[in-house]
């Protein structure tokens, strides 16, 4: 198994608090991916990191921002959680983007429910 | 924003059983992936399939990729318990790096 493991694994807050979910890798993997899982909508990119540093936004990035700062670590924050980004969030990663063959690695997934 | 349906949502059916999970979009990709994914944990890769009327296969699964890119199934014989899960299809993208659109997902449950 890729060694991903995310923090918390579940979380409950409240509207309107910030929240951070972290993403930790120990395969150094250059891409780093922030999905999110509901009901209908299969797994939706928020947000993706090509490097330190370098960051990219996926679909729904609204409400939603990373930071990267070593190989390592992929942060997601949700700067005023809202009830509509209540869902089970996934961190993965992969060696490269650019053939289209790649294989992402997923993490074990955080819950998070906003009240 | 590049659209994939999958059909059927749910699927229940009995050991031994034949079936077949459908990936359909109006858009072209790159390549096409299944995944497979169980309660409480992340999706899992099963397959990659990059040319168009591609056909895989891994032991009892069958995957097929449409000759237009558009398209993918997924065909399982003689189901098992083991085969249980959520599979997932994602259509990649090439916008200058490749992304993944996923599908919506087959909730699959094979009863012994």
């Known amino acids: 198994d890729a060694g991903i493991t995310q923090s918390p694994r579940h979380k409950v807050t409240e509207t309107g608090t910030p929240v951070t979910l972290r993403c930790h890798q120990t395969?150094?993997?250059?891409?780093m991916y922030w999905y999110r899982q509901d009901p209908g909508h299969g797994l939706r990119l928020i947000h993706y990191?090509?490097?330190?540093?370098?960051?990219d936004k996926g679909e729904v990035s609204d409400g939603y921002s990373v930071s990267r700062s070593k190989t390592e670590d992929f942060l997601l924050t949700l700067e005023s959680a809202t009830s509509s980004q209540t869902s089970v969030y996934f961190c993965?990663?992969?060696?490269?983007?650019?053939?289209?063959?790649?294989?992402?690695?997923f993490g074990p997934g955080t819950r998070l429910l906003v009240l | 924003t590049q659209l994939l349906e999958q059909s059927p949502q749910f699927l229940s059916i009995q050991e031994g059983e034949n079936l077949t999970v459908y990936c359909n979009s109006s858009?072209?990709?790159?390549?096409l992936q299944w995944y497979r994914q169980e309660p409480g944990e992340g999706p899992v890769l099963l397959v990659t399939?990059?040319?168009?009327?591609e056909v895989k296969k891994l032991k009892r699964l069958t995957f097929q990729f449409g000759d237009a890119r558009k398209d993918s199934s997924l065909h399982i014989t003689a189901a098992q318990p083991g085969d249980t899960g959520l599979y997932l299809c994602?259509?990649?993208?090439?916008?200058?790096?490749?992304?993944?659109?996923f599908g919506t997902g087959t909730r699959l449950k094979v009863l012994a």
């Open positions: 993965a990663i992969s060696e490269s983007m650019t053939r289209g063959r790649e294989t992402q690695y």
């Open positions: 395969e150094n993997h250059r891409y």
């Open positions: 990191s090509y490097g330190v540093k370098d960051t």
């Open positions: 858009s072209v990709f790159s390549s």
């Open positions: 399939v990059v040319t168009g009327g």
């Open positions: 994602a259509g990649g993208e090439n916008s200058g790096t490749y992304k993944y659109i």
